[in-house]
Nanobody, 124 residues
């Protein structure tokens, strides 16, 4: 079992920055990849970014490429999402997720464990 706890959400003006953190505990040695997803009101949960735990290979949704950066600190069992140049359309609840498998990184069904989510609100 892996427990994920997100932090760092909040209210920011358009053009601003936020950094989300996701601390993992439990059987973290089994993790292959961690990801960030987001869900806006009335919309499906969508992929934002992912990183393989050992090699650090990164993946991004086109909508955030060049603005968001995913990284991880293996010693702290923590993954980060640095979000710059935020836009009102980035407003959503952001979820951290982890998987032991190697299936397609942008499917929600790929991920075995999920955090409780953290709200990000970008005002115009």
């Amino acid at each position: 079992q892996v427990l994920l706890v997100e932090s760092g959400g909040g209210l920011v003006q358009a053009g601003g920055s936020l950094r989300l953190s996701c601390a993992a505990s439990g059987r973290t040695s089994s993790m292959y990849r961690m990801g960030w997803f987001r869900q806006a009101p009335g919309k499906e949960r969508e992929f934002v970014a992912a990183i393989t735990w050992t090699r650090g290979t990164t993946y991004y949704a086109d909508s955030v490429k060049g603005r968001f950066t995913i990284s991880r600190d293996i010693a702290k069992n923590t993954v980060y999402l640095q979000m710059n140049s935020l836009k009102p359309e980035d407003t959503a609840v952001y979820y951290c997720a982890a998987t032991k498998g190697t299936n397609t990184y942008y499917y929600t069904s790929t991920y075995d464990y999920w955090g409780q989510g953290t709200q990000v609100t970008v005002s115009s």
